[in-house]
């Protein structure tokens, strides 16, 4: 890839599974990772940047598409593995919580006919809960 001199930033999908971003990440490019969803993990040669592990995999193509999205208006240069990649409706909307439940794994919605006060779960915790490296 030529150098245009604007920071460039890769959104991946790796073998296993997990999500991350890498490259030129400065503080701007850290806040719209992580208000898109990314968290931050030190390592012995830096800083991790990827999606939590056990969010769905439709959520984590929407997550890294918004990112992508909005990098891309912020002038940085993004490259997107193509299994992240969205239709541009979606990446538009900012995903609320990547952890959240999806329309297809949602139960009913509070105060239908299906649902009661016993059956209604528990609040699940705040998006910026800390998980610890894996070792």
Same mark, same amino acid.
């Given at each position: 890839?030529?150098?245009?001199g604007?920071p460039h930033i890769?959104? &991946?999908?790796?073998?296993a599974?997990?999500v *991350?971003?890498?490259g030129d990440?400065d503080?701007f /490019? @850290?806040?719209? !990772? ?5 968290e931050? @993990?030190p390592?012995? =040669?830096?800083?991790w940047?990827? !999606? !939590? ?6 959520s984590?193509n929407?997550?890294?598409? @918004?990112a992508? /999205?909005? !990098? =891309? ?5 993004v490259?997107?593995?193509?299994s ?7 990446a538009g909307?900012?995903?609320? *919580?990547?952890a959240a439940? &999806?329309a297809?794994?949602?139960?009913? /919605?509070v105060?239908?006919?299906q %649902?009661?006060? /016993?059956?209604?779960?528990p609040?699940? +915790?705040?998006?910026?809960?800390q %998980? +610890?490296?894996?070792r």
């Amino acid at each position: 890839m030529p150098d245009t001199g604007q920071p460039h930033i890769k959104i &991946t999908r790796h073998e296993a599974g997990q999500v *991350d971003a890498e490259g030129d990440i400065d503080a701007f /490019a @850290y806040r719209v !990772l992580e208000r898109a969803g990314f968290e931050a @993990y030190p390592i012995l =040669r830096g800083t991790w940047i990827r !999606l !939590l592990f056990d969010i769905p995999e439709q959520s984590q193509n929407r997550a890294a598409s @918004y990112a992508a /999205a909005m !990098l =891309r208006a912020a002038g940085y240069t993004v490259t997107i593995s193509p299994s992240l990649e969205t239709p541009a409706a979606d990446a538009g909307n900012r995903p609320q *919580d990547p952890a959240a439940p &999806t329309a297809e794994t949602a139960g009913p /919605a509070v105060g239908t006919p299906q %649902t009661s006060a /016993a059956t209604v779960a528990p609040v699940p +915790p705040a998006p910026g809960r800390q %998980t +610890p490296p894996r070792r």
